[in-house]
């Protein structure tokens, strides 16, 4: 996957949840287990490098195992990293200023 296609499936993958989120009515109510945003966006990151290691199909095993590790390194759990992803993305200005946290990461991360 090359480093231009890789950020444009994030982009896409980014705008379709915060479309997604936007809709749902149930983010106006702050969830009690709220991921503190530094490890939210922490967590972004870690989840798209897992997702980059996708080329073949037969690789979906090890991405699993993956997005697994990173809930369990974090002590969150699907459910709980949705309810966040929600709330967070209730204000797209904040949201897209989580993703450019994440991406410039990122962007440092393939330049080492």
Same mark, same amino acid.
């Given at each position: 996957?090359? &480093?231009?296609?890789?950020? =444009?499936? #994030?982009? &896409?993958?980014?705008? +379709? %949840?915060? /479309? +997604?989120?936007?809709?749902? @009515?149930?983010? @106006?109510?702050? $969830?009690?287990?709220?991921? $503190?945003?530094?490890?939210?966006?922490?967590?972004?990151? *870690?989840? *798209?490098? %897992?997702? =980059?290691? &996708?080329?073949? $199909? !037969?690789?979906?095993?090890?991405?699993?195992?993956? /997005?697994?590790?990173?809930?369990?390194?974090?002590?969150?759990?699907?459910?709980? #990293? @949705?309810? =966040?992803?929600?709330?967070?993305?209730?204000?797209?200005? !904040?949201? /897209?200023?989580?993703?450019?946290? %994440?991406?410039? &990461?990122?962007? !440092?991360?393939?330049? *080492?």
């Amino acid at each position: 996957m090359t &480093k231009s296609t890789f950020f =444009s499936t #994030f982009w &896409k993958i980014t705008l +379709l %949840a915060m /479309l +997604l989120a936007s809709c749902n @009515e149930e983010a @106006e109510y702050k $969830p009690d287990d709220l991921i $503190p945003e530094d490890t939210y966006i922490k967590m972004l990151i *870690e989840l *798209e490098m %897992a997702h =980059s290691f &996708k080329v073949l $199909p !037969e690789d979906s095993v090890y991405v699993v195992r993956l /997005l697994d590790g990173v809930f369990e390194h974090y002590d969150v759990t699907l459910d709980q #990293f @949705e309810r =966040s992803h929600e709330w967070y993305g209730r204000d797209t200005h !904040e949201q /897209l200023r989580r993703y450019r946290r %994440a991406i410039d &990461k990122l962007n !440092e991360l393939t330049l *080492e």
